[in-house]
């Protein structure tokens, strides 16, 4: 990849992985209108590590907080925050489940563009309805394992490009009746385990490969990790007097631009 490339790409997955309008929408766009190849394994192993380090340093103190009293509680000093670290695991386990079982069906039959397209639009609606349906005075404190739960499964249909993972977990975190704000946090600490599971198997297959441009990796790295930060920073700061319906709006527009592209 050249230079334009490599940043186009990397600020598109920085922007894209926690906005709930779908990284995989936005990047099969350079392909599509410029006629760009695919970025490859080692960029994506990349630009996720970056988004990684961007989640964890927003949330660190979050984090810092979460892991002491995670620890504690193997002392007999069990509290809400512990609990939300087991809630945190379980609402992991059915993405990464269906993600190992299903990633040969995905890749063969869902990473189409119609299918982004499609999903990009119909996901979109949905969190335009559970914004104005949804979205009550719940906060983390009033997480419960069930409703954990059922976030994690509404993480699954994540799988399904175009969906936005973000996305559809803030949409299930609505329509639970939790605030817009405790809803993108859990999201985004939801994000984690996931971000570092999916970069943990692409380094992986990463090792099959012969050699690799550490330059253009590199500064991947840090362009998505920037703008991944950003974005979550701008995104906690007006996601409470915004709302959701700018970027239902927005999803609409690419869907149907999409659609237009690809007829």
């Not at 050249?2 to 929408?25: K, R």
């Not at 949409?171 to 570092?196: E, H, K, M, Q």
């Not at 490969?209 to 362009?223: C, N, Q, S």
């Not at 709302?243 to 239902?248: L, N, Q, S, T, Y």
Request: hydrophobic share 60%.
């Amino acid at each position: 990849m050249d230079w334009l490339q490599v940043l186009l790409l990397a600020l598109i997955q920085g922007l894209t992985e926690f906005l709930p309008i779908s990284s995989s929408a936005h990047l099969i766009l350079p392909h599509a209108i410029l006629g760009w190849p695919d970025q490859g394994l080692a960029f994506d192993v990349a630009v996720h590590f970056g988004s990684l380090l961007a989640v964890i340093t927003y949330f660190r103190r979050d984090l810092l907080t979460l892991a002491g009293a995670w620890f504690h509680s193997f002392a007999g000093r069990r509290s809400h925050n512990s609990d939300l670290v087991w809630m945190l695991a379980l609402a992991t386990l059915p993405a990464g489940i269906a993600g190992l079982l299903g990633k040969d069906f995905i890749e063969l039959h869902l990473r189409s563009a119609w299918v982004i397209a499609w999903a990009t639009i119909v996901f979109g609606l949905l969190l335009g309805w559970a914004d104005r349906r949804g979205g009550g005075e719940r906060t983390l404190v009033n997480m419960t394992l069930m409703a954990a739960v059922f976030i994690g499964f509404a993480q699954v249909l994540a799988l399904i490009p175009g969906t936005s993972r973000s996305g559809i977990t803030m949409t299930a975190a609505l329509l639970l009746g939790f605030t817009r704000v405790d809803a993108a946090r859990f999201s985004f600490l939801l994000s984690i385990p996931i971000i570092a599971a999916s970069a943990g198997y692409l380094s992986y297959k990463l090792l099959a490969l012969p050699a690799v441009d550490w330059g253009t990796l590199g500064l991947g790295f840090v362009l998505s990790a920037l703008s991944a930060y950003g974005c979550i920073h701008f995104f906690m700061q007006v996601i409470s007097r915004m709302g959701m319906m700018p970027f239902v709006i927005y999803r609409l527009i690419l869907g149907g631009a999409l659609l237009v592209l690809f007829w």
